[in-house]
């Protein structure tokens, strides 16, 4: 691997493959063929007797602390492996993209006055194709809202130069999330990724040099054809970068990829089930040994506090084609297509594709369920967003977690077992992709 123009060799005695072992001990197989069985029932079961209603608006708007996901629906070219569809970059549209996002936002501010805005995300496609549009979104932002909160933005390492990465700092983005994939470049070709490690390696340095206040790199796991020293090489390679913190993905196998269809044609293999815990287990091993804490059940940070991904919040509304809003107790989408989205937003209308309003029992299922993803949950803030008590109004539903030692009850907060976490990866992914391919296509 070549960083700053010098080769670098990484001694394989420091990675220790057999290193999961020691925390986890591994799931029989009998165990597996129940936790999946489990595991799509709890899914089914949650979200596939939603209703959803094409002609449902946003109207009383009832939260305390908002988070605003501006998505950049543009990419240079469309990832094999991706799971969110994007348009081909064209500077004429991004234009008139930019005028009907103006517009959203100031819909939106109308309908969410005296709520203030906590934090501001730009979410991929790749916001990194038009920085100074970012700028102008977020100083709007700040004109039509009560905005005093942090911005993040997501990065395509082929877009971090200079100048890109000036135009940001200059505008107020204090967090950076920059999308890796591996350092591995046979696995960056199998997945179709546009660039190469060297790339990703002077894109982080770069990132660096601007004096980001929080930068996050993604990684990805269980991909085609990789092997446990693949991943404890990518690990190895991105915690002596010393970044913030390092997000790492499973690979959610979605049918309208490249990578799908590459895998059911046999032309390349994905890891087993099984492999694919070990190596998750072998992340959070290998990470909490090298200072990075468990923020999320796909993040480590050396500062938890200072990052969380687009659609972590717990109330957001999303702006732009295919954004989703979770805002109380409702759920929306914006409609997919980039040409409805401006004509709709031309004509001063907010372009919902269509939304839901969940009763109470599985607004609190749901958002449970969201929060877990920060591997545990706070009994407090449950009580204070339904003024009741978790424990009373979820009770079967926990108990059958306790009763599988999925769950523990520590010090306010329901938290998830060594257990636990496998499981929650698995049922997270399970959630994707019952919910994506719904809302995702264009
Ligand atoms: C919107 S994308 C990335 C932003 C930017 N466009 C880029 O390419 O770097 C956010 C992250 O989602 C993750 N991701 C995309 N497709 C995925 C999939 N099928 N399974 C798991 N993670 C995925 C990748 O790690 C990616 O960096
Ligand atoms: S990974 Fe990023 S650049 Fe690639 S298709 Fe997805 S959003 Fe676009």
Same mark, same amino acid.
């Given at each position: 691997?070549?960083?700053?123009?010098?080769?670098?060799?990484?001694?394989?005695?420091?990675?220790?493959?057999?290193?999961?072992?020691?925390?986890?001990?591994?799931?029989?197989?009998?165990?597996?063929?129940?936790?999946?069985?489990?595991?799509?029932?709890?899914?089914?079961?949650?979200?596939?007797?939603?209703? $959803?209603?094409?002609?449902?608006?946003?109207?009383?708007?009832?939260?305390?602390?908002?988070?605003?996901?501006?998505?950049?629906?543009?990419?240079?070219?469309?990832?094999?492996?991706?799971?969110?569809?994007?348009?081909?970059?064209?500077?004429?549209?991004?234009?008139?993209?930019?005028?009907?996002?103006?517009?959203?936002?100031?819909?939106?501010?109308?309908?969410?006055?005296?709520?203030?805005?906590?934090?501001?995300?730009?979410?991929?496609?790749?916001?990194?194709?038009?920085?100074?549009?970012?700028?102008?979104?977020?100083?709007?932002?700040?004109?039509?809202?009560?905005?005093?909160?942090?911005?993040?933005?997501?990065?395509?390492?082929?877009?971090?130069?200079?100048?890109?990465?000036?135009?940001?700092?200059?505008?107020?983005?204090?967090?950076?999330?920059?999308?890796?994939?591996?350092?591995?470049?046979?696995?960056?070709?199998?997945?179709?990724?546009?660039?190469?490690?060297?790339?990703?390696?002077?894109?982080?340095?770069?990132?660096?040099?601007?004096?980001?206040?929080?930068?996050?790199?993604?990684?990805?796991?269980?991909?085609?054809?990789?092997?446990?020293?693949?991943?404890?090489?990518?690990?190895?390679?991105?915690?002596?970068?010393?970044?913030?913190?390092?997000?790492?993905?499973?690979?959610?196998?979605?049918?309208?990829?490249?990578?799908?269809?590459?895998?059911?044609?046999?032309?390349?293999?994905?890891?087993?089930?099984?492999?694919?815990?070990?190596?998750?287990?072998?992340?959070?091993?290998?990470?909490?040994?090298?200072?990075?804490?468990?923020?999320?059940?796909?993040?480590?940070?050396?500062?938890?506090?200072? $990052?969380?991904?687009?659609?972590?919040?717990?109330?957001?509304?999303?702006?732009?084609?295919?954004?989703?809003?979770?805002?109380?107790?409702?759920?929306?989408?914006?409609?997919?297509?980039?040409?409805?989205?401006?004509?709709?937003?031309?004509?001063?209308?907010?372009?919902?594709?269509?939304?839901?309003?969940?009763?109470?029992?599985?607004?609190?299922?749901?958002?449970?369920?969201?929060?877990?993803?920060?591997?545990?949950?706070?009994?407090?803030?449950?009580?204070?967003?339904?003024?009741?008590?978790?424990?009373?109004?979820?009770?079967?539903?926990?108990?059958?977690?306790?009763?599988?030692?999925?769950?523990?009850?520590?010090?306010?907060?329901?938290?998830?077992?060594?257990?636990?976490?496998?499981?929650?990866?698995?049922?997270?992914?399970?959630?994707?992709?019952?919910?994506?391919?719904?809302?995702?296509?264009?």
């Amino acid at each position: 691997m070549i960083l700053n123009g010098e080769r670098i060799f990484l001694e394989r005695s420091v990675i220790n493959s057999n290193l999961y072992k020691r925390v986890f001990k591994p799931l029989s197989k009998k165990n597996h063929v129940i936790s999946e069985r489990i595991i799509k029932r709890l899914v089914s079961r949650t979200f596939d007797n939603i209703k $959803y209603s094409s002609s449902f608006k946003i109207n009383d708007i009832n939260c305390k602390n908002l988070s605003i996901n501006v998505r950049i629906p543009f990419c240079r070219s469309q990832c094999d492996f991706c799971l969110f569809r994007s348009n081909p970059w064209n500077p004429r549209l991004a234009e008139s993209y930019l005028q009907a996002v103006k517009e959203e936002l100031k819909i939106y501010s109308n309908l969410l006055k005296g709520i203030k805005v906590s934090t501001v995300y730009f979410s991929g496609g790749t916001p990194t194709l038009m920085p100074e549009g970012v700028a102008e979104i977020l100083e709007q932002i700040k004109q039509l809202y009560e905005f005093d909160g942090e911005s993040s933005i997501e990065a395509n390492p082929l877009d971090i130069n200079d100048k890109t990465l000036s135009k940001l700092i200059d505008s107020g983005i204090e967090n950076i999330s920059i999308g890796i994939q591996s350092f591995n470049d046979e696995i960056l070709a199998i997945i179709g990724r546009g660039h190469e490690s060297r790339i990703a390696l002077n894109a982080i340095k770069r990132a660096k040099n601007h004096g980001f206040k929080h930068i996050n790199i993604d990684l990805m796991f269980a991909l085609p054809e990789q092997n446990l020293e693949d991943l404890e090489y990518d690990l190895k390679t991105a915690t002596d970068l010393e970044v913030s913190s390092i997000s790492t993905y499973p690979l959610i196998l979605v049918p309208y990829s490249e990578v799908y269809d590459a895998v059911k044609g046999g032309l390349i293999k994905l890891p087993s089930v099984r492999k694919e815990h070990s190596m998750y287990k072998t992340i959070i091993n290998f990470l909490s040994d090298t200072g990075y804490q468990m923020s999320a059940l796909w993040r480590f940070s050396k500062d938890p506090g200072g $990052y969380c991904g687009p659609f972590e919040f717990n109330d957001f509304i999303g702006i732009g084609p295919n954004a989703w809003s979770v805002v109380d107790k409702t759920f929306s989408v914006n409609t997919p297509s980039l040409t409805d989205y401006i004509k709709t937003l031309t004509s001063g209308r907010l372009p919902i594709l269509k939304g839901t309003l969940f009763p109470l029992k599985k607004a609190m299922k749901i958002w449970f369920l969201r929060n877990l993803y920060h591997v545990k949950v706070s009994k407090d803030e449950f009580r204070e967003r339904f003024n009741s008590e978790i424990k009373k109004e979820l009770k079967w539903f926990l108990r059958m977690l306790f009763i599988f030692g999925l769950l523990k009850d520590e010090e306010g907060y329901l938290s998830l077992t060594n257990k636990g976490l496998l499981y929650a990866s698995d049922v997270t992914k399970c959630i994707a992709l019952k919910l994506l391919p719904n809302f995702l296509i264009i």
